[in-house]
């Protein structure tokens, strides 16, 4: 199957990015929220990522800046801002990219069910939530898999093809093709708690979170650290807050059921979320940030 249209649920922290990767390809994507406000953030990130982008290549004088101009409009000019499904009766592929809580993303799932065609894909950006339950909701099971991104989705290359319990081989192969279609490298996987990347990430990032815990080291001085002998891009702490502290406590939890004590929750983390500070997204978590 040939993706002609898609659809993004959700224009938060991936959500624009996401259709900014899909509209830079040249396929047409409606981005839906509940809010307009929401819809114009998304937006606006999908700008912000493009002009970026585009900027770099014309500092590399790969382009002139009145080609950067055209395509920055012709990019924009595909992603389709909305609140409402009226536009989903002809798309082919959906990212429901909504918050990490599984009645919502059921209450979705329900929803796409009933606006969209039946030969449309389903799929979740969830990073560890079950995709055999979110079919549940819908009558279509086969069609309903994971196509989780990795932040920022503009950058990273790869997605985890996530197999449910019913998702057809036929499923897999499409969506597989369609992250080729769109410039990522898609690895098909299996619905283990995790799926791929997070459980290798997560076991290795609790254990930095454990010994920061157990002495009482300077999160700061763990980053650089971490960032100054290349272990990684950025450090543990400062790259929880640009993924939501939410969202990474959601899935150390998880893991920390799934699989026992050798996932470490930390606490820290816990209070800031409980206190309202996910990180970049509302300015403050382990680090203050800037409008």
Not at 6 to 22: F, H, K, N, S, W
Not at 33 to 61: H, I, M, N, P, S
Not at 173 to 192: D, H, L, P, V, W
Request: proline letters at 3%; hydrophobic letters at 40%; glycine letters at 8%.
């Amino acid at each position: 199957m040939f993706v002609f249209k898609a659809a993004v649920v959700g224009a938060g922290t991936m959500g624009g990015e996401i259709a900014q990767v899909i509209a830079a390809a040249g396929i047409p994507v409606v981005l839906k929220d509940v809010d307009q406000k929401f819809v114009d953030q998304g937006l606006a990130k999908a700008r912000e990522v493009t002009q970026g982008q585009l900027g770099g290549l014309v500092e590399k004088e790969k382009i002139s800046q009145e080609d950067a101009d055209r395509q920055l409009e012709e990019t924009l000019g595909r992603i389709d801002g909305t609140t409402e499904y009226e536009r989903f009766g002809d798309v082919d592929f959906v990212i429901e990219a909504v918050p990490e809580r599984m009645e919502l993303k059921q209450s979705v799932f329900g929803e796409l069910d009933a606006v969209t065609p039946g030969h449309a894909i389903l799929s979740s950006n969830t990073s560890a939530l079950s995709i055999t339950e979110m079919a549940e909701a819908t009558s279509r099971p086969h069609k309903v898999v994971g196509f989780h991104f990795f932040y920022p989705a503009s950058v990273m290359r790869l997605i985890e093809v996530i197999e449910g319990d019913e998702t057809s081989e036929e499923t897999l192969q499409a969506t597989s093709n369609f992250a080729q279609q769109i410039r990522k490298q898609g690895i098909r996987c299996a619905e283990a708690p995790g799926f791929v990347v997070n459980r290798i990430l997560n076991s290795a990032v609790s254990e930095i979170w454990r010994v920061t815990d157990e002495e009482e080291l300077d999160f700061k001085e763990v980053d650089k650290l971490v960032q100054e002998s290349k272990a990684a891009p950025m450090g543990p702490f400062f790259l929880t807050d640009l993924l939501g502290l939410d969202t990474v406590l959601h899935v150390a939890e998880h893991l920390h059921e799934s699989y026992g004590d050798r996932f470490y929750v930390s606490p820290k983390m816990k209070e800031l979320v409980e206190a309202g500070d996910l990180g970049q997204k509302t300015g403050k978590g382990f680090y203050e940030h800037g409008s």
